[in-house]
């Protein structure tokens, strides 16, 4: 079974950097094939959104808000998922998802495992 672990959530001002990590733990890569890892976030009474997604070729996506500002990564000999954060302004504030879909794109419907979240709160 697998597990997505997010660790890296914090509290920073705006302008601030933060990094959040997603650790892959119980995976059989004979059974568990995942074509795009990445990133959700869910802000106080919003819906789920789309932040950042890696497919299994490397290629990055980001949503139109975090464009420029974040940086998706993996370190595949760690199974770790990573994003990078910077320039952060109070409307990143949410509680960030690590995500795992077998089949591309990344889309909520299509997502096979769910990371138990972890909160940024970015203060002006």
């Known amino acids: 079974q697998v597990q997505l672990v997010e660790s890296g959530g914090g509290s920073v001002q705006s302008g601030g950097s933060l990094r959040l990590s997603c650790a892959a733990a119980g995976w059989a890569y004979s059974v568990d094939y995942i074509d795009c890892m990445g990133w959700f976030r869910q802000p106080p009474g919003i819906q789920r959104e789309g932040v950042a997604v890696?497919?299994?070729?490397?290629?990055?996506w980001y949503s139109d808000s975090v464009k420029g500002r974040f940086t998706i990564s993996r370190d595949n000999a760690k199974n770790t998922l990573y994003l990078q954060m910077d320039s952060l302004k109070p409307e990143d504030t949410a509680i960030y998802y690590c995500?795992?879909?077998?089949?591309?794109?990344?889309?909520?419907?299509?997502?096979?495992?769910w990371g138990q979240g972890t909160q940024v709160t970015v203060s002006s």
């Open positions: 995500a795992a879909a077998r089949r591309c794109p990344l889309v909520i419907s299509n997502v096979a495992y």
């Open positions: 890696l497919d299994s070729l490397g290629r990055p």
